[in-house]
C-alpha cells in the first residue's frame, strides 16, 4: 500500500515537473516575441522620426498657416468682439469705431501695427496706407476722436464700408480668405463670397494651365516611353542593359545641368534654330524657349525615366507565352498586342503616369529657368509668394489646393485601377 502510495506521489511530481517547462517555454517564446517586436520598432524608429520632421510636420504646418489668423484679433482683441455685433449695413456704430481707433494707437505706439496693416492690405488694397496713416495722426493727438465725423477726418476712407468689412472678417482666428483668394474669390463688403474682379483673376487659369501642361506632359512621356519600355523588355540581355544605361544616363546629370542645355539647344540663336535653318525647313528662327512650349520639352526630358522604368518593370514580367498563345488561336500580331498585351501593362501605365503627373505639377526649376512669363507653373506663383511677397498664407492655401489635388488623384486612381494593382517590380 505504501509503495502504491509512493509511486503516485513520485507519478504526481513528475507531472508537474513535465508541465512547469512548458509554462517556461512558453513565456520565453512571448518574451521574444516581445523583444522582436522593440527591435522592429527601434530600426524604423529613425526612419518615422525622419519623416515626421521633415515631411509631415512642414505638411501640418503648411496647412495650419494657410488658416492661421491669429494676427488681427490678438492686434485688436475689443474691436475683434465689438465687431460681432455689426452686422456690415452702412457704417459700424461710433463705439465700435472708437474702440478700434484706441487699438489702433496703442499698436502704432509699441510698433506691431506694420504687420497687422500687411494683414489687413492682402484683404484690401490701400489698407496700408489708411491705418499707418492713421496711426500717426493718431499718436499725436491729445484726445481721441469723440465722432464719425472727427474719424473721418484723419482720412476721408473710413467713410467707406469696404475698409470696416475688411477688419470684421478678419476679427476670427481662423479664416478661408486664403483659399478664397487661391480660387479667385473674396469676401465683398457685406461678408459674402464673390469673385475677384477680373483684373485680379490669376490663380485659377494658372491651375488650369498647370493641370493641362502636366496632362500633356504625361501623356507624351507615356506615348516616347511604351516602345523604349518594350524594347528593353524584349531585347537580349546585352543590349537591353546598355540601353537601360542610356535610360539612367540623365540621373548622373544635375537637373540645373539639364535645364540650362536645353536653354541653349532651344534659344534664338541656339543649334536647333540653327539647323532647321539650314536644313531649309523655316527661314524664321522660331521662339522655342521661354515659352510654354520649351517648359513642355525639358520637362517631358527630365521625367521621361519615371514613365519608363514602371513600364519596363511590368513588362519584364510578362510571360511570351500569352502571346504565343494568343498568336496560336488565330490573332494577327497587331490584335494580339493591342487585346493581350497591352491590358497586361495597365499596371505599369498607371504607375508611370501617376507618378509622372504627381512630379510635373510640382517642378519649379525647370518652369522658372524655360518657361519665362508664358509658362510658368502654380509652383512658381507659390515660391514668388514665399520669397518676394513674404505672404506665406497665401503660398499655404495654393500648396494646399495642391495637396488636395494630389490626394484626389490618389483616391480616384485608386477606385479606378486601384492602389494594390500598382507595379514598379517585375
Known amino acids: 500500500m505504501s509503495r502504491e502510495l509512493t509511486e503516485l506521489s513520485s507519478v504526481s511530481t513528475l507531472q508537474k515537473k513535465l508541465a512547469k517547462p512548458k509554462g517556461d517555454l512558453k513565456s520565453r517564446l512571448q518574451r521574444a516575441e516581445r ?122 476712407r473710413w467713410a467707406k464700408p469696404q475698409y470696416w468689412a475688411a477688419v470684421k472678417t478678419l476679427s476670427s482666428p481662423y479664416t478661408l ?32 494651365k498647370t493641370f493641362a501642361m502636366s496632362l500633356a506632359i504625361t501623356l507624351i512621356c507615356l506615348v516616347m516611353a511604351y516602345p523604349v519600355a518594350y524594347l528593353l523588355a524584349n531585347l537580349p540581355d546585352k543590349q537591353a542593359n546598355l540601353l537601360l544605361i542610356v535610360v539612367l544616363l540623365p540621373f548622373w546629370t544635375s537637373l540645373l545641368v539639364r535645364t ?62 500569352y502571346f504565343r498563345a494568343a498568336r496560336s488561336l488565330g490573332a494577327t500580331p497587331s490584335v494580339a498586342f493591342i487585346k493581350v498585351y497591352m491590358p497586361l501593362t495597365l499596371p505599369g501605365i498607371g504607375a508611370g503616369a501617376l507618378l509622372t503627373f504627381i512630379l510635373s505639377i510640382g517642378f519649379y526649376i525647370t518652369p522658372a529657368l524655360v518657361g519665362g512669363r508664358s509658362g510658368q507653373m502654380i509652383s512658381n506663383m507659390i515660391a514668388y509668394h514665399m520669397q518676394t511677397s513674404l505672404n506665406w498664407g497665401m503660398a499655404a492655401a495654393l500648396g494646399g489646393l495642391l495637396l488636395a489635388v494630389v490626394l484626389a488623384l490618389f483616391y480616384l486612381f485608386n477606385r479606378v485601377v486601384g492602389i494594390n494593382n500598382i507595379k514598379v517590380g517585375g
Open 35 to 156: 523583444q522582436k517586436q522593440i527591435r522592429s520598432i527601434l530600426l524604423i524608429l529613425p526612419l518615422v522620426c525622419f519623416i515626421c520632421i521633415t515631411f509631415a510636420f512642414p505638411i501640418v504646418e503648411m496647412l495650419y498657416r494657410s488658416v492661421d489668423n491669429h494676427a488681427v484679433p490678438k492686434g485688436f482683441p475689443n474691436t475683434a468682439q465689438a465687431m460681432e455685433q455689426w452686422d456690415y449695413q452702412q457704417l459700424p456704430s461710433l463705439a465700435i469705431q472708437q474702440q478700434f481707433m484706441v487699438e489702433l494707437r496703442d499698436r502704432y505706439k509699441d510698433k506691431t501695427l506694420p504687420k497687422l496693416a500687411n494683414r489687413l492690405n492682402i484683404e484690401v488694397s490701400g489698407m496700408r496706407s489708411l491705418m499707418m496713416k492713421t496711426g500717426r495722426k493718431l499718436g499725436k493727438l491729445e484726445q481721441l476722436p469723440t465722432s464719425v465725423e472727427q474719424i473721418q477726418k484723419l482720412d476721408k
Open 177 to 208: 480668405s486664403y483659399y478664397l483668394a487661391a480660387l479667385d474669390m473674396r469676401y465683398d463688403d457685406q461678408g459674402n463670397i464673390s469673385q475677384q474682379p477680373e483684373t485680379r483673376q490669376v490663380y485659377v487659369d494658372l491651375f488650369s
Open 260 to 321: 540650362t542645355s536645353w536653354i541653349v539647344l532651344l534659344q534664338n540663336q541656339g543649334v536647333i534654330n540653327d539647323l532647321l535653318i539650314w536644313s531649309g525647313v523655316t527661314t524664321e528662327r522660331l521662339a522655342m524657349v521661354h515659352n510654354t512650349f520649351g517648359t513642355i520639352i525639358a520637362m517631358v526630358h527630365i521625367l521621361l525615366p519615371f514613365m519608363i522604368l514602371p513600364l519596363y518593370s511590368v513588362m519584364k514580367g510578362i510571360s511570351p507565352s
